[in-house]
């Protein structure tokens, strides 16, 4: 699975400088940090929905339109897809209900 994220990644961090007209990462992309945050809400909730309707082929296609949106995302925001794969590693083991707690109150 992290083979074919990081070539996601990778093929999206090269086609955000592309010509918008031939690209779609270039032309989310050029459309604003806003946008793309937007679109990964949109594919989150079209995810939910196809759960909640017992949607599996639907589950598994919106799943890949919300990781390759947020892989965008990530990029936009020079994060690397490692960055997170550490941190979901580094929660290995730990209960998410200590992890939760242990994070800083606001």
Excluded: W
Aim: no cysteine.
């Amino acid at each position: 699975m992290r083979a074919t994220l990081h070539q996601l990644e990778q093929t999206i961090r090269q086609r955000r400088d592309a010509d918008p007209a031939a690209s779609y990462v270039a032309r989310l992309t050029a459309k604003g940090r806003a946008k793309i945050a937007q679109k990964v809400g949109e594919e989150a909730v079209e995810t939910v929905i196809a759960a909640m309707s017992d949607d599996r082929p639907g589950a598994v296609g919106e799943s890949a339109d919300l990781l390759f949106h947020l892989l965008v995302l990530l990029a936009d925001l020079d994060i690397s897809l490692d960055a997170v794969l550490d941190e979901l590693d580094r929660r290995e083991g730990v209960s998410g209900i200590a992890e939760k707690a242990a994070r800083p109150q606001d």
